[in-house]
Nanobody, 126 residues
């Protein structure tokens, strides 16, 4: 499976951006798809994912909760991340990721994700 990410760019603090990620083929029915980010000199960290497992669920890092919103389109194999009230500390390269048959307790772990997109830069100026 290949992941194609789009969106990102430069925005002022308080602004909004939208990221999209599309999988090249239909993943397993039980999967999580979403976003991690990596700032310069820091480790890659969990941001948000959309999980399909029977029903659907959304998951957010505490640092983005209430500001970011993720949605999933099963028919299009796509997830979208709407980022609002952006802060300079949100500046990072954002990576789309896919995990098949991930258990809930591991959903925030980088090692759970087997497919990664190419990364898109989000820069928030103060």
């Amino acid at each position: 499976v290949q992941l194609q990410a789009s969106g990102g760019g430069l925005v002022q603090a308080g602004g909004s951006l939208r990221l999209s990620c599309t999988a090249s083929e239909r993943p397993f029915s039980n999967r999580a798809m979403g976003w991690f980010r990596q700032a310069p000199g820091k480790e890659r960290e969990f941001v948000s994912v959309f999980r399909w497992s029977g029903g659907t669920s959304t998951h957010y890092a505490d640092s983005v909760k209430g500001r970011f919103s993720i949605s999933g389109d099963n028919a299009k194999n796509t997830v979208n991340l709407q980022m609002s009230s952006l802060k300079p500390e949100d500046t990072a390269v954002y990576y789309c990721a896919l995990a098949n048959r991930v258990i809930l307790s591991s959903i925030r772990s980088v090692s759970s994700y087997s497919a990664w997109g190419q990364g898109t830069l989000v820069t928030v100026s103060s």
